[in-house]
């Protein structure tokens, strides 16, 4: 039975009560390097940057920023300056509105213009649908998107890429020649094996071969960025897809949907009928529309 007391518990949640104190960043002044050692080694895709001295929050920076101005070295080119934040007093449901109207998946968290901690999708979704009862019981199904973009696993890999952009999607679902699911890729897939190469000099970033940081390939087969041109190695999207998917089924509430999302630290999943096939993708960000819409 809905718990209407519980509900506006939900509602009332501040930003301190699911933003991670313990947050990886990266200070200034800094380099390329620094910044794609860290997101290697911790396996992320976006740092705050603080001055060294007091932690004063000056930008943040993504692997997009990386890609963007891949003939830039120094972190304070590199960075996006005076990002938007949120306190920990602010409300979970306004942190959620911000990212949905801007785009985000995450947002610093200061305090005196310090950063104390940050807040994603992720936290917002186990915070205010997880554990809620009304969301125990209702389905994903409304909030699938049937429009799936997929190719064919020898495709090559610069054209896999290419069919990603002009359809206006993040992610590829793989297939086999019979028609079956063979994996999945990103544009994180994409960005994490890259490496920087501009006039025929390459960065010397990090390059991956610490068998503790699973990201890295051998140099011959780097994704190669030059301004925003991505050059790919011409290898079917095969050798280099995610082969092990995490799928939900299409019965499976919102609750038990966002617990797979966060457990396997996955923005999005193929959805399977009863039967295993296909039938579309959720995303992460489409369930952020509940939190704001009660």
């Given at each position: 039975m809905f718990n209407p007391n519980l509900a506006e518990e939900y509602s009332a949640m501040l930003v301190k009560d699911c933003m991670q104190s313990d947050v990886v960043y990266v200070s200034v002044p800094g380099t390329r390097e620094d910044v794609l050692q860290i997101m290697a080694e911790k396996q992320i895709n976006g740092l705050p940057v603080v001055k060294k001295e007091n932690k004063k929050?000056?930008?943040?920076?993504?692997?997009?920023?990386?890609?963007?101005?891949?003939?830039?070295?120094q972190l304070a080119m590199l960075m996006v300056r005076d990002?938007?934040?949120?306190?920990?007093?602010?409300?979970?449901?306004?942190?959620a509105k911000m990212m949905l109207e801007r785009g985000y998946r995450r947002l610093p968290v200061v305090e005196d213009e310090e950063l104390v901690g940050l807040i994603s999708i992720p936290d917002i979704l186990g915070a205010l649908l997880e554990g809620d009862e009304k969301y125990q019981s209702m389905s994903?199904?409304?909030?699938?998107?049937?429009?799936?973009?997929?190719?064919?696993?020898?495709?090559?890999?610069?054209?896999?890429?290419?069919?990603?952009?002009?359809?206006?999607?993040?992610?590829?679902?793989?297939?086999?020649?019979?028609?079956?699911?063979?994996?999945?890729?990103?544009?994180?897939?994409?960005?994490?094996?890259?490496?920087?190469?501009i006039e025929d000099n390459v960065s010397t970033t990090y390059s991956g071969t610490d068998k503790k940081v699973d990201?890295?390939?051998?140099?011959?087969?780097?994704?190669?960025?030059?301004?925003?041109?991505?050059?790919?190695?011409?290898?079917?999207?095969k050798e280099v897809m995610t082969e092990s998917i995490i799928s939900v089924s299409e019965v499976s509430t919102v609750s038990e949907c966002v617990?797979?999302?966060?457990k396997n630290d996955i923005?999005?999943?193929?959805?399977?009928?009863?039967?295993?096939?296909?039938?579309?993708?959720?995303?992460?960000?489409?369930?952020?529309?509940?939190?704001?819409n009660e």
């Open positions: 929050l000056v930008g943040i920076v993504t692997r997009s920023d990386l890609l963007q101005k891949a003939d830039e070295n990002p938007d934040t949120v306190t920990p007093r602010t409300h979970a449901k306004t942190a994903i199904k409304d909030f699938v998107s049937r429009q799936i973009v997929s190719v064919w696993d020898q495709t090559p890999l610069p054209l896999s890429y290419l069919i990603m952009e002009m359809a206006n999607k993040n992610a590829l679902v793989v297939v086999n020649t019979a028609g079956g699911i063979s994996g999945l890729i990103s544009v994180s897939d994409y960005i994490r094996l890259s490496e920087v190469e990201w890295g390939w051998t140099s011959k087969d780097f994704l190669v960025v030059t301004k925003r041109l991505l050059k790919l190695p011409n290898v079917p999207i617990r797979v999302l966060r923005d999005q999943a193929p959805v399977l009928s009863a039967t295993g096939n296909l039938i579309g993708m959720i995303e992460d960000k489409t369930l952020l529309k509940l939190t704001v």
